[in-house]
């Protein structure tokens, strides 16, 4: 989506005034490398400066993907800095007035590839691992990617824009402990007797709404249920003793290749 | 109506000599008998008590549920409509980002004039371009805008009449509460305790918007309290005032909530107990001398604003009639205090609460900081936080929305002090159940709940300040920074993140009628009456929306 120049000024202006950061400081790097300190603080400067025109994870300008480390011009740490302050008017994009530690922090975040855990995640190959993905891994019995697989299991079409290679590493390794709570395993009963097992897409104070085994969409009053309960175990099975390091790492690479609808 | 003409001389003479309009639309006086008047909404608080109370009973328990929507306005503007309309005669005032005001019919929602201020892209504020809205004497009403100026306007033209500068926008200070006139001056407190400012309450004169007085809510050299900082700390202290106080006329006190020292999270920068940050102060209305002040957490390392609305109540206190502040603060207790000395009289926690281990006798907290990556409890956001709360002398109860389960890991570091920008002291993560899953923010996120109640619910308590116990409570999925508005029907009105307008029986917190409006409410309703309906008007999202009964069908 391309925006029309005056909206992505408003934006950046908003952007400006919506947030400080939630953290201030960050430590400077050393030795050429950025600490997990100076990521953590950027993933904050990126929140509150950047995301709203960038978005969460880096790729809403188009042509750019943050978190990849695809952009218009920029090639160097220098470079990315010296659009963060100087803008670019042209594309709509105002310059920014940080201190030094705050545009440190930002790159780190950026080279970090966005994850605040800052953990270097060996990725493996990418054929390797849609191999495992479709034969040992079984993971198209759950998951779907595209148009293809069902829709029991979160769909996985964009998952290599939305998560690190840490949080896919993790998510693969300790499925029930990295789950997201919304996509909790719910069991319902209704007053009338209905039995309805499914993934929880959505719920507020008088109502929840999910995807049932059957993939249909489901909304439903609480007021109107027996039975309501909320699984904390993931149905994923852990790759963590079936699969060896290496295979990991191909699935991790399989999983970021997967970048959605171009 | 036609004047005699003997009075009509009458009337002119009273001006000139006055040089003041005496006809002006709200005098003082209206103000202060506020109450009487329940068709108008006339402080942002709904009265100088801030109850937040109106004797309108039209619409009961029995009738809720023919509430239909009369009107709606959209707000244009992008970002969180936390503004509070004031109704003066079947006129409305309400403000949108970020200084926008609008008079607005109340019956129709069609717009007589709409002023646009536009503040100084220098602004800088911590948690968005908000406004909460307007205060009104005269036929002024009064504005304080993001850069920190305040803007007297015409109530019939929607003309500006005057522009003073209360702070400097370089370095950061900024208003976006609702001012509060008192007599012939409009008090007005400044935002920017993220950004090192040492903050204030001050006084303009209606008329001309020159200044009355400041009171500086960081004692300087020589001041008492001032022994409460270290070196030149005070100087850039932040203890913001950004959220309306009251007023007792018969005592002559003014009462306002004072915000976070700075650095937010680095206590250990800013030895001492930080006077009069997350404190309230009560100020004599015509001189803005401090007469005495009450601090809710000393030497505060989690941001626990005080800047919630000291709600004031005339009640039995043990037996004997007393004059009360209720106070649900950030910091996760209830205080009832006495409201002409600041005595403390009680302290209850409300949510739970590990950075201290209670009360003293004084009502000083005995504080337990937790270990480092540990979680606190309540988190950044607070038990409660500037949400306006509700005392219904019918029930006796006090309302107000609290955030329940929710925590967080602090950060301390040192923070160096530089003009307008952030002044931090470390930072903080929510306490989330699984690494990188997403948490609660400040605003709602997005219509999809993906944090949900794992990292903390919304829940609105009904306490009884005699015995600080909550009487009943109301459960929300999402965290509400919704306020409260109750009638002398017993109706309870407030809203919450997820877009629920919701009416609960004030006595019991029975749900009684709800209405899906689409966007996070977070502000609190109010209510009013033109040509003998009373009507309901909330913000959700974009957009307000004002109920009224729906009209017997012939």
Same mark, same amino acid.
């Given at each position: 989506?391309?925006?029309?120049?005056?909206?992505?000024?408003?934006?950046?202006?908003?952007?400006?005034?919506?947030?400080?950061?939630?953290?201030?400081?960050?430590?400077?790097?050393?030795?050429?490398?950025?600490?997990?300190?100076?990521?953590?603080?950027?993933?904050?400067?990126?929140?509150?400066?950047?995301?709203?025109?960038?978005?969460?994870?880096?790729?809403?300008?188009?042509?750019?993907?943050?978190?990849?480390?695809?952009?218009?011009?920029?090639?160097? +740490?220098?470079?990315? #800095?010296?659009?963060? !302050? $100087?803008?670019?008017? /042209?594309?709509?994009? &105002?310059?920014?007035?940080?201190? =030094?530690?705050?545009?440190?922090?930002?790159?780190?975040?950026?080279?970090?590839?966005?994850?605040?855990?800052?953990?270097?995640?060996?990725?493996?190959?990418?054929?390797?691992?849609?191999?495992?993905?479709?034969?040992?891994?079984?993971?198209?019995?759950?998951?779907?990617?595209?148009?293809?697989?069902?829709?029991?299991?979160?769909?996985?079409? +964009?998952?290599?824009? #939305?998560?690190?290679? !840490? $949080?896919?590493?993790? /998510?693969?390794?300790? &499925?029930?402990?990295?789950?997201? =709570?919304?996509?909790?395993?719910?069991?319902?009963?209704?007053?009338?007797?209905?039995?309805?097992?499914?993934?929880?897409?959505?719920?507020?104070?008088?109502?929840?709404?999910?995807?049932?085994?059957?993939?249909?969409?489901?909304?439903?009053?609480?007021?109107?249920?027996?039975?309501?309960?909320?699984?904390?175990?993931?149905?994923?099975?852990?790759?963590?003793?079936?699969?060896?390091?290496?295979?990991?790492?191909?699935?991790?690479?399989?999983?970021?290749?997967?970048?959605?609808?171009? | 109506?036609?004047?005699?003409?003997?009075?009509?001389?009458?009337?002119?003479?009273?001006?000139?000599?006055?040089?003041?309009?005496?006809?002006?639309?709200?005098?003082?006086?209206?103000?202060?008998?506020?109450?009487?008047?329940?068709?108008?909404?006339?402080?942002?608080?709904?009265?100088?008590?801030?109850?937040?109370?109106?004797?309108?009973?039209?619409?009961?328990?029995?009738?809720?549920?023919?509430?239909?929507?009369?009107?709606?306005?959209?707000?244009?503007?992008?970002?969180?409509?936390?503004?509070?309309?004031?109704?003066?005669?079947?006129?409305?005032?309400?403000?949108?980002?970020?200084?926008?005001?609008?008079?607005?019919?109340?019956?129709?929602?069609?717009?007589?004039?709409?002023?646009?201020?536009?503040?100084?892209?220098?602004?800088?504020?911590?948690?968005?371009?908000?406004?909460?809205?307007?205060?009104?004497?005269?036929?002024?009403?009064?504005?304080?805008?993001?850069?920190?100026?305040?803007?007297?306007?015409?109530?019939?033209?929607?003309?500006?009449?005057?522009?003073?500068?209360?702070?400097?926008?370089?370095?950061?200070?900024?208003?976006?509460?609702?001012?509060?006139?008192?007599?012939?001056?409009?008090?007005?407190?400044?935002?920017?305790?993220?950004?090192?400012?040492?903050?204030?309450?001050?006084?303009?004169?209606?008329?001309?918007?020159?200044?009355?007085?400041?009171?500086?809510?960081?004692?300087?050299?020589?001041?008492?309290?001032?022994?409460?900082?270290?070196?030149?700390?005070?100087?850039?202290?932040?203890?913001?005032?950004?959220?309306?106080?009251?007023?007792?006329?018969?005592?002559?006190?003014?009462?306002?909530?004072?915000?976070?020292?700075?650095?937010?999270?680095?206590?250990?920068?800013?030895?001492?107990?930080?006077?009069?940050?997350?404190?309230?102060?009560?100020?004599?209305?015509?001189?803005?001398?401090?007469?005495?002040?009450?601090?809710?957490?000393?030497?505060?390392?989690?941001?626990?604003?005080?800047?919630?609305?000291?709600?004031?109540?005339?009640?039995?206190?043990?037996?004997?009639?007393?004059?009360?502040?209720?106070?649900?603060?950030?910091?996760?207790?209830?205080?009832?205090?006495?409201?002409?000395?600041?005595?403390?009289?009680?302290?209850?926690?409300?949510?739970?609460?590990?950075?201290?281990?209670?009360?003293?006798?004084?009502?000083?907290?005995?504080?337990?900081?937790?270990?480092?990556?540990?979680?606190?409890?309540?988190?950044?956001?607070?038990?409660?936080?500037?949400?306006?709360?509700?005392?219904?002398?019918?029930?006796?109860?006090?309302?107000?929305?609290?955030?329940?389960?929710?925590?967080?890991?602090?950060?301390?570091?040192?923070?160096?002090?530089?003009?307008?920008?952030?002044?931090?002291?470390?930072?903080?993560?929510?306490?989330?159940?699984?690494?990188?899953?997403?948490?609660?923010?400040?605003?709602?996120?997005?219509?999809?709940?993906?944090?949900?109640?794992?990292?903390?619910?919304?829940?609105?308590?009904?306490?009884?300040?005699?015995?600080?116990?909550?009487?009943?409570?109301?459960?929300?999925?999402?965290?509400?920074?919704?306020?409260?508005?109750?009638?002398?029907?017993?109706?309870?009105?407030?809203?919450?993140?997820?877009?629920?307008?919701?009416?609960?029986?004030?006595?019991?917190?029975?749900?009684?009628?709800?209405?899906?409006?689409?966007?996070?409410?977070?502000?609190?309703?109010?209510?009013?009456?033109?040509?003998?309906?009373?009507?309901?008007?909330?913000?959700?999202?974009?957009?307000?929306?004002?109920?009224?009964?729906?009209?017997?069908?012939?």
């Amino acid at each position: 989506m391309t925006m029309p120049r005056s909206v992505l000024i408003i934006l950046g202006v908003a952007g400006l005034l919506a947030g400080a950061p939630e953290r201030g400081d960050a430590q400077g790097s050393q030795d050429h490398q950025y600490t997990s300190q100076d990521i953590e603080a950027g993933s904050r400067v990126y929140t509150a400066q950047c995301a709203l025109c960038h978005g969460v994870n880096g790729d809403t300008v188009s042509g750019i993907d943050l978190r990849r480390g695809k952009f218009r011009r920029s090639i160097s +740490d220098e470079d990315i #800095a010296g659009v963060i !302050a $100087a803008g670019v008017p /042209a594309a709509g994009m &105002p310059g920014f007035t940080l201190r =030094p530690a705050e545009v440190t922090a930002i790159l780190a975040f950026i080279r970090a590839g966005f994850d605040p855990s800052g953990v270097a995640v060996k990725v493996g190959n990418v054929a390797r691992g849609q191999e495992l993905y479709a034969s040992k891994g079984k993971c198209a019995t759950c998951h779907r990617i595209a148009a293809n697989g069902p829709r029991t299991a979160p769909d996985l079409t +964009d998952i290599g824009a #939305a998560r690190s290679p !840490a $949080a896919l590493q993790r /998510a693969l390794l300790d &499925p029930t402990a990295s789950m997201w =709570p919304i996509n909790r395993p719910v069991h319902i009963v209704t007053k009338d007797g209905r039995e309805i097992r499914g993934r929880r897409l959505n719920e507020d104070t008088y109502t929840v709404q999910l995807i049932d085994q059957d993939e249909r969409l489901v909304s439903l009053n609480k007021a109107d249920l027996k039975v309501f309960e909320v699984g904390k175990t993931s149905p994923m099975p852990s790759a963590a003793g079936t699969f060896t390091a290496d295979e990991v790492a191909d699935l991790v690479a399989y999983l970021l290749s997967l970048k959605g609808m171009q | 109506m036609r004047l005699s003409l003997n009075l009509r001389w009458v009337l002119v003479a009273l001006v000139l000599v006055a040089g003041y309009p005496v006809l002006a639309q709200v005098p003082y006086d209206r103000i202060v008998r506020a109450a009487a008047e329940p068709q108008n909404w006339l402080t942002y608080n709904g009265g100088y008590f801030s109850q937040r109370y109106s004797t309108l009973s039209q619409v009961t328990a029995a009738n809720v549920n023919d509430l239909e929507v009369k009107w709606m306005v959209q707000n244009q503007v992008f970002g969180a409509w936390q503004s509070n309309p004031l109704v003066v005669d079947g006129v409305m005032y309400l403000t949108e980002r970020p200084n926008d005001v609008m008079a607005v019919d109340a019956k129709t929602g069609a717009m007589f004039w709409l002023y646009r201020y536009t503040p100084s892209d220098k602004a800088r504020v911590c948690c968005g371009a908000n406004n909460r809205g307007v205060a009104i004497l005269g036929d002024t009403v009064f504005m304080g805008t993001l850069d920190a100026h305040l803007v007297a306007i015409d109530t019939k033209s929607g003309r500006p009449i005057w522009n003073t500068e209360v702070g400097d926008v370089n370095k950061a200070y900024s208003i976006t509460m609702a001012p509060l006139v008192v007599k012939d001056k409009v008090l007005v407190g400044v935002g920017g305790g993220e950004f090192g400012i040492r903050g204030f309450v001050a006084a303009y004169e209606a008329r001309t918007g020159k200044e009355a007085w400041r009171f500086y809510t960081i004692p300087g050299p020589g001041e008492p309290g001032h022994e409460t900082w270290k070196d030149d700390d005070w100087e850039h202290g932040g203890a913001p005032a950004w959220i309306t106080g009251s007023f007792d006329p018969n005592l002559n006190l003014t009462y306002w909530g004072i915000g976070n020292p700075g650095p937010d999270w680095n206590p250990d920068q800013r030895p001492g107990d930080n006077l009069y940050s997350d404190s309230v102060v009560a100020l004599d209305a015509d001189t803005g001398k401090l007469r005495w002040h009450f601090q809710f957490t000393p030497n505060d390392g989690y941001d626990y604003d005080s800047v919630q609305v000291p709600v004031l109540a005339d009640m039995n206190w043990r037996g004997a009639p007393a004059k009360l502040m209720l106070w649900a603060n950030r910091n996760g207790y209830v205080y009832a205090l006495d409201r002409v000395t600041g005595k403390f009289l009680s302290g209850t926690p409300f949510v739970k609460v590990n950075w201290s281990s209670g009360l003293d006798e004084r009502g000083r907290p005995i504080q337990t900081p937790q270990p480092a990556g540990q979680p606190t409890y309540p988190g950044n956001q607070g038990g409660t936080n500037w949400y306006p709360p509700s005392f219904s002398p019918r029930t006796g109860l006090f309302y107000f929305a609290a955030w329940d389960n929710y925590g967080t890991v602090y950060r301390k570091e040192e923070s160096e002090y530089e003009p307008g920008r952030n002044f931090l002291g470390g930072g903080f993560t929510v306490v989330a159940p699984a690494a990188g899953a997403p948490t609660v923010g400040i605003g709602r996120r997005g219509p999809i709940n993906n944090w949900t109640d794992e990292v903390g619910h919304g829940a609105l308590l009904a306490v009884d300040p005699q015995t600080g116990s909550t009487k009943w409570r109301f459960e929300q999925f999402d965290v509400s920074d919704s306020g409260m508005l109750t009638t002398a029907s017993d109706l309870l009105f407030t809203g919450g993140r997820e877009g629920h307008f919701h009416a609960l029986d004030a006595r019991t917190g029975q749900l009684l009628w709800r209405a899906s409006l689409g966007g996070q409410i977070v502000m609190a309703p109010i209510t009013y009456q033109v040509e003998g309906k009373q009507y309901l008007s909330v913000i959700a999202g974009n957009t307000l929306v004002t109920f009224g009964l729906r009209e017997a069908r012939r």
